[in-house]
């Protein structure tokens, strides 16, 4: 196609909702740097997006995110991905009112990595993570909360994989009892706090659908602030719920198949 025939601004869009998918959210400022475009062109495609009903905006932080309108366009958007852009202003919004950052996370072979987090709109003096922050599954709650949900077979699989690892942060998957006590718990509580008892703390629950654990929920908080007790009281019960409407959001249609 001759570049005289191309529509440019039908091409920002497409790279916008790019850049958003990959991001998981995105502001005029952000937009303006990656696409090197003046800012008025980066706000007229984003309100563009917003008219047309692919992305949604956040008042708050001024964020964008992609609305259920873009699944339509493909059957082939993956179910972390889908997870990612439903939770993500729910997460946002519940991290204004709790004041602890949220994150989505699933599985990327040894480790689990981020596909959403709302470190940015805290002003806590917390390790800032990103999308694409992986932390090794064997300690990590939302690793330990992963274990506990998988099938058995997964399960036990997973657990050789670790306990084979180079990775001196896997090492809890080699004490058997311990890994298998913190997975044990995960699966009789609906949450774990993982094996990492650091200044900087997490408690995480699953993200499921029909009995599988798709994804994985959890908040960061400092164990000079909180105690387990209260995140069990005050914020367990909240992420539970916040989990069902997770599911509910990206789930309510999906139709099991049966293989006869």
């Avoid at 958007?77 to 997870?83: L, R, T, V």
Wanted: hydrophobic residues 45%; proline residues 4%; neutral net charge.
């Amino acid at each position: 196609m001759d570049s005289d025939q191309e529509l440019k601004s039908l091409k920002r869009g497409l790279k916008a909702m790019a850049l958003i998918n990959l991001q998981g959210s995105i502001t005029i400022s952000e937009l303006s740097r990656s696409q090197e475009l003046p800012r008025t062109t980066a706000e007229r495609v984003l309100m563009t997006l917003l008219a047309e009903g692919f992305v949604a905006r956040d008042p708050e932080t001024k964020r964008y995110f992609l609305t259920s309108r873009v699944r339509a366009l493909s059957g082939g958007f993956s179910d972390e991905s889908w997870i990612a852009h439903v939770a993500t202003p729910l997460l946002f919004e519940t991290t204004r009112s709790i004041g602890w950052p949220l994150c989505i996370a699933t599985p990327t072979g040894e480790y689990m990595s981020l596909r959403v987090t709302t470190d940015p709109s805290t002003s806590l003096r917390l390790h800032r993570r990103h999308i694409g922050s992986e932390i090794a599954m064997a300690v990590s709650s939302s690793g330990i909360t992963h274990l506990a949900f998988v099938d058995a077979e997964q399960r036990r699989i997973m657990l050789d994989i670790l306990g084979a690892s180079n990775d001196p942060a896997q090492a809890p998957a080699r004490d058997i009892s311990r890994i298998s006590h913190a997975i044990a718990e995960a699966q009789a509580h609906g949450y774990s706090f993982g094996l990492d008892h650091g200044r900087e703390r997490s408690v995480s629950v699953p993200i499921m659908a029909h009995g599988q654990v798709r994804a994985v929920l959890l908040m960061v908080f400092m164990a000079a602030g909180l105690t387990h007790e209260r995140v069990v009281r005050d914020f367990v019960p909240r992420l539970k719920a916040m989990a069902a409407e997770i599911e509910r959001l990206a789930f309510a249609g999906e139709v099991t198949q049966v293989t006869i």
